[in-house]
């Protein structure tokens, strides 16, 4: 069987069931004036990544596996945002303010984007989602089961809430996770680490982890 060398042991690939999904690598949360500067995080930890993760990406649509990009974001009216979101946290600007980016984390806005180098290209799937897990309130997992879907790659920010989330709701779907390491990232410095610990505990409970070098060698 193939495999990539993995935490907590080997990640039983099987390649024609494996897409790549992206997290949340929006301008609101590795910009400067965005909601993730808005709630008091240092942004500049975010940016960072981004070489990483275009390099994860470029990988798997040279290998022409699937590519998933999330948006978290909301409607314009707000009718998908419970005030217990918009209200917590007291940050400067709360989501669907007016901001030097537009309005805060709302469909369509400038500072929702995805970062412009890693643009979703034609026929990837794109999916906005009004919390942090991806699969809550969006058609993420029917989109999946439609085209045989069982493994899922994971990358993005982050690491300990978006991506963390949308892990533990895959894992209880039945998706075999892998967290690429250095394509993932957290505003805290100790966060991701923890993160990880947490998701390869106990025989992988949640889910594995790898380096971007040992993904390419799986499916390439
Ligand atoms: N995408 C995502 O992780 N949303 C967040 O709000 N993350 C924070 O760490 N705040």
């Not at 709701?169 to 957290?186: I, K, P, V």
């Amino acid at each position: 069987m193939a495999e990539i060398k993995a935490e907590p042991f080997a990640f039983p690939l099987r390649r024609d069931k494996l897409a790549l999904i992206v997290i949340d690598m929006q301008r609101d949360f590795a910009e400067p004036g965005g909601f993730g500067e808005s709630l008091g995080n240092d942004v500049s930890r975010i940016i960072r990544i981004v070489p990483d993760v275009k390099r994860l990406i470029a990988g798997f649509r040279k290998a022409g596996l699937p590519v998933v990009h999330t948006m978290e974001c909301h409607r314009p009216d707000l009718s998908d945002l419970p005030p217990a979101k918009r209200n917590r946290g007291n940050p400067a600007l709360k989501i669907g303010d007016e901001g030097p980016m537009g309005r805060v984390l709302i469909s369509g806005e400038p500072g929702t984007a995805i970062l412009s180098e890693l643009a979703p290209v034609e026929g990837e799937i794109v999916i906005e989602k009004p919390g942090k897990g991806a699969f809550y309130a969006t058609p993420l997992g029917d989109l999946l089961k439609a085209r045989g879907i069982e493994q899922l790659v994971f990358a993005g920010v982050t690491t300990e809430v978006c991506v963390q989330t949308t892990m533990r709701e895959a894992n209880d779907r039945g998706y075999e996770c892998l967290l690429a390491e250095e394509a993932t990232e957290s505003y805290f410095s100790g966060f991701k680490q923890a993160a990880i610990a947490m998701i390869v505990a106990q025989g992988a409970i949640v889910g594995w982890v790898a380096s971007i070098d040992a993904i390419m060698e799986g499916i390439s």
